[in-house]
């Protein structure tokens, strides 16, 4: 199995983790709709047995749910894999979402997930937003003795620009980055995947087929009938005229994916992969025939004259 460490860490990752955010399942601000959790549970015990080594979560995708569901999923697993989770997003009794990077809020937080998460330490805790950023600072300082005190092995950030990684940096190193990373949305390439390279900052992608759009599998059909608490119902890469523009590129992602037997998904999840800035990609995978059509991902790469194909596509059809 083809692995690659992450940051300054220990942990040596497979090329694609599982993403848990719509394991969370509905009735919160940002779900994907319904979701059953026993699917979950059977998506995350496939991918484990094609040998993924590592789950993403967070604490407040389904305002907690997200993190039982893995909790249950690796009951009696022997070989358990990494868990990665996040801090920052917290909720009331109302389930309205706030923001917090406050010492006792954190603190509060950790402790709430390694309950439900059913763990005695985090494998890597992180910062979900860089909000409020004006307390940036104070949250990354207590990451860093949560660290030292044993709740966490290692910690990182999501969301963070070069500016903000460079602020936490002089207090503690930073050993990943989790930024939006897709053909859609490469804006990364810029300047962040530069500053992960110079600085030993693991990257850890999500969204690489732009939250379901590069599968192949999505159309205007259904879209139209997505669940009308869905967050893509508004997501700007959706919407008109967007959305056609992103259609035409899974054609081109199609016919390279038939040359080789993949999906267009793995291809687009293969197209992140070739930056050399990139440890690995995080993917949704909401039951197990998802896991079967993204895990080529973890052999498949494209070829150079691949990318250069994706690449002039792009320009000449979506400029």
Not at 71 to 98: M, Q
Not at 111 to 134: F, N, T
Not at 199 to 204: D, E, L, R, S, T
Not at 234 to 261: M, S
Request: charged content about 25%.
């Amino acid at each position: 199995m083809i692995t690659k460490r992450l940051g300054n860490t220990d942990m040596h990752l497979t090329p694609i983790g599982v993403g848990a955010w719509a394991m969370g399942g509905a009735g919160w601000a940002f779900s994907w709709g319904p979701q059953d959790d026993d699917e979950s549970i059977a998506a995350i015990r496939k991918a484990l047995e094609h040998g993924v080594n590592w789950i993403d979560t967070a604490a407040v995708y389904g305002l907690g749910h997200s993190e039982e569901v893995v909790a249950r999923a690796l009951e009696g697993v022997s070989k358990r894999p990494y868990v990665f989770t996040k801090c920052e997003r917290i909720w009331n009794d109302k389930g309205e979402i706030a923001k917090s990077l406050k010492a006792d809020s954190i603190r509060r937080e950790v402790e709430a997930s390694l309950r439900r998460l059913k763990m005695d330490v985090i494998d890597l805790y992180q910062i979900h937003w860089p909000e409020p950023d004006e307390d940036i600072e104070e949250g990354w300082t207590t990451l860093s003795q949560l660290k030292q005190e044993g709740k966490v092995r290692w910690i990182g950030v999501s969301n963070f620009n070069v500016a903000q990684l460079s602020r936490a940096d002089r207090i503690a190193p930073v050993s990943s980055l989790q930024p939006p990373y897709s053909l859609v949305s490469p804006e990364i390439e810029e300047s962040v995947l530069p500053y992960c390279e110079e600085h030993n900052v693991g990257v850890i992608v999500y969204s690489p087929m732009k939250s379901g759009l590069l599968t192949g599998a999505m159309t205007k059909e259904r879209f139209a009938k997505l669940a009308p608490d869905d967050f893509r119902k508004r997501a700007v890469a959706f919407q008109e005229p967007n959305f056609t523009k992103n259609l035409k590129l899974v054609e081109i992602l199609k016919d390279i994916g038939n040359r080789h037997g993949r999906t267009p998904g793995e291809v687009a999840i293969a197209w992140t992969l070739r930056h050399p800035a990139v440890t690995a990609a995080i993917v949704g995978m909401r039951s197990p025939a998802q896991v079967e059509g993204v895990a080529g991902t973890l052999q498949f790469r494209l070829s150079p004259e691949e990318i250069a194909e994706i690449d002039a596509f792009k320009r000449a059809e979506l400029s």
